[in-house]
């Protein structure tokens, strides 16, 4: 495995009984990387969130971190390992430092070292000014904050959060943003998220799994392309027939928006610059020949769906 590959998983597998929840998933990350992971519920998402953390054991496959099994070699690769759980482990009845201090402890950190390892965690996730507060009294964003400070007090070499921004407010989501991007410079990063946005302002990779596998898995140039495969928007005042329209080269469907407008759902056989001579050689009367972007809700969407409609196919 590289130096760089922080994060191996695979053909990772797990089974409930006859369910089969998680089906052969492998990927790989590397050092710098922030990973989106997307799946509809019941997709094996926390499953497999539980088992990179540890937290449940594969049925099959191994998940490596920084190099090391975490079935044969759990302290290892714990130890390598910051977790948020999407309800941070937090004790409200302690302050934020007394919590860290504890964080430290918990993971070994030695004596001499851990008011700098806590201090370090402080200044990273803006917690300098609450650290005499009691965290039951702090807000939401700020009992964010605290949760991914105990992910990243030891330093590890990978971190995976669960659902970091559920519940906070635009401004908080924009700050905890913030901090992931920074800590995708010097750690791998596992972002679980159900905020599809998320994945275009914070990731350089989105993954996404359905029914246990995974459907999607692109960088965010792949991701890109498919999003400005949304079609193109056309306007003529003279329109010809759909059946006509259907006819040219690349044009797969057409939505009719109204009397002279229409949505053009094409392939990679379409070129804008030869439907525009078309148009002005029959006199058509162009006036608008735009490109629609997709949405990654849409992309999304449209993966997860033309998974079940392929498994009806095929029952």
Known sequence: MSGDTLIQVQQLHRYYGPLHAVQGVDFSLNRGEV???????GAGKTTTMQMLSGNLAPSAGRVLIHGHDILDEPRAAKAALGYLPEQPPLYRELTVLEY???CARLNRIPKPQI???????QERCGLGQV?????????????QRVGIAQAIIHTPEVVILDEPTVGLDPIQIREIRALIRELGQEHSVILSTHILPEVQT??????IINRGRIA??????GLDARLQQGGFRVGLQQPPTVETLLAMPGIERIERLDTQHFLLFCDTGFEPAAFAREAV???????ELSPQMRTLEQVFI??????ETDKEAAA
């Open 35 to 41: 990973l989106g992971f997307l799946g509809p519920n």
């Open 100 to 102: 860290l201090h504890y």
């Open 115 to 121: 008011a700098a390892a806590v201090d370090r965690a």
């Open 131 to 143: 650290g005499k507060r009691l965290i039951g009294n702090l807000s939401k964003g700020y009992q």
């Open 202 to 207: 914070t990731c350089d990779r989105v993954l």
């Open 216 to 221: 999607l898995q692109d960088d965010l140039a």
């Open 281 to 287: 050689e029959q006199d058509w009367g162009l006036n």
């Open 302 to 307: 449209d993966i997860t769906c033309r998974e």
